[in-house]
């Protein structure tokens, strides 16, 4: 089974550069979508639920949990905010010392937005189980000062409880700025936020595609449609009933072949995220 990484990168440690100052030199049409591609065991599996490839254009602010990440004006990954001081996002976006900006209340995280603010993280915390060869525990925080939470357009999102069953069967909504398609060229990201609804599947099935990668501490979406997370939804939320209960972590190196989509398992890591975060 091949393992495919797209420009791996970043975690801040104490950024200090203003963030406006910052976004006059991010190069949009050059920011490098990340994401982590597996290549299948087998064929997708076959299902009636329905890839954010294959979503929709999402109503301005109606995520209002959802930030773009921008590490070292170069790589673009999303996240969720779940306080006033913290970001919930992947490892894989964030495990190099580089300095990570964070767009909140975007439509288009590309534009100069009333609703938007954009915050330097001032650190991060990666899983200390993360692995990226065996792409176990693909979690990690942000600390970000000063969220603007409580409005309409920027606020926080709860966490899936560690009791939670394993939601296989629920009916799921994804959001981000990733590629919209395979044949997606420059800029690489979506000029607005997308949505997709997917069917949440067992492990089991998703081990048919993904094998021993796919652990009790993941949770997996169909691929049907094709519909699902590409290249820059890394980090991102998926969301049940007004929780996050998992964060893109990997998928198909084609978005669009119909295979799932992989995530950790957020009820996996509640305590562990309260530890670190005091939430």
């Known amino acids: 089974m091949k393992l495919v990484i797209v420009f791996v990168a970043c975690c801040l440690i104490g950024a200090s550069a203003a963030a406006d100052e910052e976004n006059k030199s991010i190069d949009w049409h050059h920011i490098q979508p990340l994401g ?4 299948p065991i087998g064929p997708a599996p076959v299902y009636t639920g329905i890839r954010i490839a294959g979503g929709s254009i999402a109503p301005p602010n109606s995520f209002p949990y959802q930030v773009a990440l921008i590490i070292s004006n170069a790589g673009f990954c999303g996240g969720s905010i779940i306080s006033k001081d913290w970001v ?10 580089n300095p990570v900006q964070v767009i909140a ?5 590309s534009a100069t937005e009333p609703s938007q603010v954009r915050i330097a993280a001032e650190s991060c915390v990666v899983h200390p189980g993360w692995d990226l060869t065996r792409l176990e525990n693909d979690i990690a925080v942000l600390n970000v000062p000063n969220i603007p939470i409580g409005t309409q357009t920027i606020d926080s999102i709860r966490l899936a409880p560690s009791n939670s069953g394993s939601f296989a069967g629920a009916i799921a909504a994804l959001s981000g700025w990733g590629k919209t ?3 997606t060229s420059s800029p690489a990201i979506a000029s607005e936020l997308r949505n997709v609804t997917l069917s949440i599947i067992t492990n089991q099935v998703c081990q048919s595609s993904f094998g021993s990668y796919v652990r009790e501490t993941n949770i997996c979406t ?3 449609g094709p519909k699902g997370a590409c290249d ?3 980090g991102g939320p ?6 996050v209960v998992g964060v893109v972590s990997f998928g198909s190196m084609d978005c669009e072949d119909g295979a799932p989509s992989a995530y950790a398992r957020v009820s996996s890591y509640t305590d ?5 975060t005091g939430i």
Do not use: K
């Open 232 to 234: 820059g939804d890394s």
């Open 272 to 276: 562990w995220i309260q530890q670190h």
């Open 88 to 97: 919930l996002t992947a490892a894989h976006c964030v495990e190099s010392n």
């Open 36 to 39: 982590i591609h597996v290549e």
């Open 181 to 183: 398609s395979d044949s």
């Open 238 to 243: 998926l969301v049940v009933d007004g929780a």
């Open 222 to 224: 169909s691929g049907a």
């Open 105 to 109: 209340g975007a439509h288009n995280p």
